[in-house]
């Protein structure tokens, strides 16, 4: 079992960047994908970037590839997605989430648990 809950979700102008981290409980953490994705008023859930259980492989969408990075620390059971250069259009709810996979998967219903959102809110 693995227990997620994002933090450093806000409001930011456009240009400007945010920091956000996951926290995760649980003894597998090492063993789970991880994953961010997020989801704007009247959209689908979509994959922004993802992260292998040992941390060396990402992806991202293209949408967010060159701006945003995903990162994580098993020691500290944390993974963390810093966004640059955030743009209006990243306005969304931002869920962290995980997976037992040994790959990025890049649809929701691969990963097996979610945090509760933070919000991204971002003015032009």
């Known amino acids: 079992q693995v227990q997620l809950v994002e933090s450093g979700g806000g409001l930011v102008q456009a240009g400007g960047s945010l920091r956000l981290s996951c926290a995760a409980s649980g003894r597998t953490f090492s063993s789970y994908a991880m994953g961010w994705f997020r989801q704007a008023p009247g959209k689908e859930r979509e994959f922004v970037a993802g992260v292998t259980w040992r941390g060396r492989g990402t992806d991202y969408a293209d949408s967010v590839k060159g701006r945003f990075t995903i990162s994580r620390d098993n020691a500290k059971n944390t993974v963390n997605l810093q966004m640059n250069s955030l743009k209006p259009e990243d306005t969304a709810v931002y869920y962290c989430?995980?997976?037992?996979?040994?790959?990025?998967?890049?649809?929701?219903?691969?990963?097996?648990?979610w945090g509760q959102g933070t919000q991204v809110t971002v003015s032009s």
């Open positions: 989430a995980a997976g037992y996979r040994r790959t990025i998967e890049y649809t929701t219903g691969e990963y097996d648990y």
